[in-house]
């Protein structure tokens, strides 16, 4: 019995935790929104865990990495370096 719930943990500390996952097509369109209301086009769109990211969004000819929230509100924008 202890053999068995010590390979369950196990298991569990093994696996990998899902960190991102791809957007659904109702989330791209309302994150395309939100980028285009910042002024802003383009970008790899991910959620990862609590907030969706957005890599190399281009603003005014610089790009940028944003956060935004489950409800499509931006978080955070940074200078891509």
């Known amino acids: ?9 196990l298991s569990l ?7 991102s996952r791809a957007i659904t097509n109702t989330e791209r369109a309302k994150l395309v929104a939100a980028l285009a209301g910042q002024g802003c086009s383009g970008g790899k769109m991910v959620w990862d865990d609590t ?5 190399e969004v281009v ?11 489950g409800n499509f509100h931006l978080v955070d924008k940074r200078l891509e370096r």
């Open 1 to 9: 019995m202890r053999r068995a719930i010590f390979l369950a943990i």
């Open 51 to 55: 907030h969706f990211e957005v890599d």
């Open 59 to 69: 603003c005014d000819g610089q790009r940028y990495d944003m956060k935004f929230d």
């Open 13 to 19: 500390m093994v696996l990998p935790a899902q960190a």
